[in-house]
């Protein structure tokens, strides 16, 4: 369930924290088997990383469901996490969350039929004087338009 | 303008170790690493600053400091709190990817003042640029022997670390960072005993926001009076403000505490194609909005916001223009506080809920008019009785929307549409 490479991922992290206290590692360790198993948490990768770090597994399911970066159906390769906050919906992301359902062929919470993309309102993701903005992996996308969209959605295979 | 925190924004590598020492970065930690400061002086230097928490709570830093037991045996802490998420706030990442030295010379400086020699910087899950950032100005620091054990043969020790959130506003309250830290639900604590008897692990611990550090250098290599200076009686110094909204040019401004409101507006480029000022909610979507009028009347300082009716808070500036529906901005920001209530306090937990159910009922079309004063009543009874902030700052909005802009809402429940939208 968790690759050689993800326990030593976790490892670097556990190491930042005093002895006794991995737990601490809980959030990241979710994120690297997350990102190992098809970018969602099965009951088994919470038992795995519960095992791993020597925690009860209720104590990582609750902030496996706690914490929003967490998947627990299906995602896409690629998500798309858009603000509709405030200073978001004030520059028109409202129109850009249709446009993105449309352009897609989804509602948001939904995946392509190719399992390519999933969309997914999120609450700020603090680039306000850069709105409207989204996320996909690592990156933000600031100052959106639609033909910019069009853009960044060709490049993602 | 951007004289502390951003006062290198316009060089090239901003963020490197190089142009950070070349315009005075680590001068104040050399000083201190060959002992030539006292933790008194400090804390009677950030004083005399008037430097108060940059996070939206505005207490002041040099006070907080004071608090820490330094003397007592065992391990101490001091947190930065980098999980900024307060709908209109965005200055902290800016500091985070163009001045990162200075929040690792300023998180020293307190582990020395505190006699902590570990601490951890709490990024936000989502801010993987600047994390990337800061991770490899650490990496920077510790290669130059500014971090570590021992460091340049002195007496004094101080590893940083960084951990990051993964989607929850509330983690930054800072005891539920601290929880979020040990690898728990960000839960808030009850308080007390405080942080700086028991915080992180259990042990005394100090957390400030990342622009209440990243200003420590710079106070301290000039004077606390040279920044406090800068600003207004009660509110020293610069302060970042993050404006957003419908103005032409949004951007972060690091200007002096004390300059009007209308000024901001227009290093922001005046409002966007036209618009006519409507509203502004000045410091982030927790804080009361205000009207037009009383916005141009303010100005940007601790006591001149509270006499407009609002608060600084995280200085994020929010700007609407008159084709702004306020009965749908504040469902929206219902939606936000009924989304993040961590789900502890029974009167957050479930008031969110109701303000947001009843405003989405209104922007249904299906208001009644006892809902404005049902929404008066759910806000009033989640007022005070929560054990964190996030209660107040889902009622505070609420409570100032009806009251600026009650004609609007009127007519949402009347007509079952927007005044302004149609």
């Known amino acids: 369930m968790i690759s050689d490479k993800a326990k030593e991922q976790i490892d670097a992290w556990i190491k930042k924290y005093p002895e006794g206290r991995q737990s601490s590692a809980v959030m990241e360790a979710l994120k690297i088997v997350q990102a190992e198993n098809a970018n969602s948490l099965s009951a088994e990768a919470i038992q795995a990383v519960a095992d791993y770090l020597d925690m009860p597994r209720i104590a990582v399911q609750e902030v496996a469901t706690f914490y929003e970066n967490y998947n627990h159906k299906p995602a896409g390769k690629h998500t798309i996490r858009i603000c509709h906050n405030i200073s978001c919906m004030l520059n028109g992301a409202d129109n850009l969350i249709d446009y993105?359902?449309?352009?897609?062929?989804?509602?948001?919470?939904?995946?392509?039929?190719?399992?390519?993309?999933?969309?997914?309102?999120?609450?700020?993701?603090?680039?306000?004087?850069?709105?409207?903005m989204f996320q996909i992996g690592d990156k933000y996308y600031e100052n959106l338009t639609e033909k910019k969209i069009d853009e960044i959605l060709a490049t993602l295979k | 303008m951007n004289e502390v925190c951003f006062k290198n924004l316009n060089k090239e590598e901003c963020h490197s170790l190089k142009v950070y020492r070349e315009s005075g970065g680590y001068k104040v930690w050399h000083k201190i690493l060959q002992g030539e400061i006292t933790p008194e002086e400090i804390?009677?230097?950030?004083?005399?600053?008037?430097?108060?928490?940059?996070?939206?709570?505005?207490?002041?830093?040099?006070?907080?400091?004071?608090?820490?037991?330094?003397?007592?045996?065992?391990?101490?802490?001091?947190?930065?709190?980098?999980?900024?998420?307060?709908?209109?706030?965005?200055?902290?990442?800016?500091?985070?990817?163009?001045?990162?030295?200075?929040?690792?010379e300023g998180m020293a400086i307190g582990g020395f003042v505190m006699n902590a020699s570990v601490g951890y910087?709490?990024?936000?899950?989502?801010?993987?640029?600047?994390?990337?950032?800061?991770?490899?100005?650490?990496?920077?620091?510790?290669?130059?022997?500014?971090?570590?054990?021992?460091?340049?043969?002195?007496?004094?020790?101080?590893?940083?670390?960084?951990?990051?959130?993964?989607?929850?506003?509330?983690?930054g309250?800072?005891?539920?960072?601290?929880?979020?830290?040990?690898?728990?639900?960000?839960?808030?604590?009850?308080?007390?005993?405080?942080?700086?008897?028991?915080?992180?692990?259990?042990?005394?611990?100090t957390i400030n926001n990342t622009e209440s550090f990243a200003s420590v250098p710079e106070i301290l290599a000039n004077g606390g009076q040279r920044f406090a200076d800068l600003g207004v009686e009660n509110s020293g110094g610069c302060k970042l403000f993050s404006v957003s909204g419908h103005v032409a040019k949004p951007a972060n401004f690091e200007i002096p505490m004390g300059t009007p409101f209308k000024d901001l507006l227009e290093m922001a480029g005046g409002?966007?194609?036209?618009?006519?000022?409507?509203?502004?909610?000045?410091?982030?979507?927790?804080?009361?909005?205000?009207?037009?009028?009383?916005a141009m009347a303010m100005t940007m300082d601790y006591d001149g916001i509270e006499v407009a009716g609002s608060m600084l808070g995280a200085g994020s500036v929010i700007v609407m223009d008159d084709s702004t529906c306020m009965v749908e901005t504040l469902t929206r920001l219902a939606h936000f506080y009924y989304d993040e209530s961590c789900g502890q306090c029974t009167p957050c937990r479930e008031g969110t809920g109701w303000l947001y159910r009843v405003l989405k009922r209104m922007t249904d079309g299906d208001g009644v008019p006892e809902d404005i004063d049902l929404l008066l009543s759910v806000q009033d009874k989640i007022m005070g009785n929560t054990i964190c902030a996030l209660g107040d700052a889902a009622a505070m909005p609420v409570e100032s929307f009806l009251r600026n802009f009650r004609s609007e809402f009127e007519y949402y429940i009347e007509h079952g549409r927007s005044m302004i939208k149609g």
């Open chain 2, 173 to 205: 309250e800072e005891t539920a960072l601290l929880e979020s830290i040990e690898g728990k639900k960000g839960q808030p604590r009850f308080k007390p005993p405080f942080p700086a008897n028991v915080g992180l692990f259990g042990k005394p611990t």
């Open chain 2, 43 to 104: 804390i009677d230097e950030l004083k005399t600053s008037g430097l108060r928490g940059r996070g939206g709570a505005g207490f002041p830093t040099g006070l907080k400091w004071s608090f820490m037991p330094r003397q007592s045996d065992g391990q101490k802490y001091v947190v930065c709190n980098s999980d900024e998420g307060e709908p209109g706030t965005c200055k902290d990442r800016d500091i985070l990817r163009y001045n990162p030295h200075a929040v690792i």
């Open chain 1, 100 to 132: 993105l359902e449309q352009k897609l062929g989804i509602r948001t919470g939904e995946v392509t039929k190719d399992g390519l993309i999933n969309v997914k309102k999120v609450e700020c993701l603090g680039a306000c004087v850069g709105a409207p």
């Open chain 2, 271 to 294: 409002m966007r194609k036209g618009g006519k000022l409507k509203a502004v909610i000045p410091g982030g979507s927790s804080t009361p909005v205000l009207t037009a009028e009383a």
């Open chain 2, 121 to 171: 910087n709490y990024i936000r899950g989502e801010f993987m640029e600047p994390f990337k950032r800061f991770e490899g100005a650490l990496k920077e620091a510790y290669d130059a022997g500014l971090l570590g054990k021992n460091i340049n043969g002195s007496s004094i020790s101080f590893d940083l670390y960084t951990h990051l959130g993964a989607g929850a506003y509330i983690c």
